[in-house]
């Protein structure tokens, strides 16, 4: 019978990259967060409203503590090295232990956009999760409108497995959305 275990960190993991440091969001980082999280912009595809208050901002970081604590997922905050301002967050959710596969979602401040910054980060979280957990498969969900994520996916090595039908309940009604994944023997 195959065997494949899936190691969850015990204490939050820092990983740095050429110019980047991904950390452990804290209550400290709400205001800097809240520039971004309120932003329509922003928060146009990713499932949720931009934020009214720095309450909604200090409610997204416990969620990151949470999904960490029951170890469903792992949310790192962005920063540039040369500041520790958060500037966005990219990280792992529905997290299935037994079949060794999570899903990716992300989001950056809109002044940051369009700079590699993403990229670099989604690479450096692949290979934590592919090297370090020992995942096997991860997945990002993107609605078909998001064009800028469709690239970055495709420029990092997803391979778009389809369309899921009225998957999404949105603001609209039900949504379709792009299944994306990426699998540990085709990461680079």
């Not at 991860?138 to 998957?167: C, H, K, M, W």
């Not at 792009?178 to 540990?184: D, E, H, N, P, W």
Request: proline share 2%.
């Amino acid at each position: 019978m195959y065997r494949h275990k899936l190691i969850f960190p015990q204490s939050f993991p820092t990983i740095h990259t050429e110019r980047l440091i991904l950390k452990q969001a804290t209550i400290e980082d709400a205001e800097d967060m809240h520039i971004y999280l309120s932003n329509e912009t922003v928060c146009r595809y990713m499932g949720i409203d931009a934020h009214e208050t720095i309450e909604d901002t200090k409610g997204e970081i416990k969620w990151y503590h949470d999904i960490f604590k029951e170890q469903t997922g792992i949310r790192w905050g962005i920063s540039l090295k040369d500041d520790p301002a958060i500037i966005g967050s990219c990280g792992f959710l529905n997290l299935e232990k037994q079949h060794c596969r999570t899903e990716i979602g992300y989001e950056l401040h809109h002044d940051h956009w369009r700079k590699g910054i993403m990229s670099e980060a989604i690479a450096a979280v692949l290979r934590y999760g592919f090297q370090e957990m020992y995942l096997n498969r991860i997945e990002a969900i993107i609605d078909p409108a998001n064009t800028s994520s469709v690239q970055l996916l495709e420029n990092v090595d997803f391979v778009r497995e389809g369309l899921l039908r009225e998957y999404d309940l949105g603001q609209n009604g039900f949504d379709d959305v792009f299944i994306y994944s990426i699998l540990k023997r085709d990461f680079k």
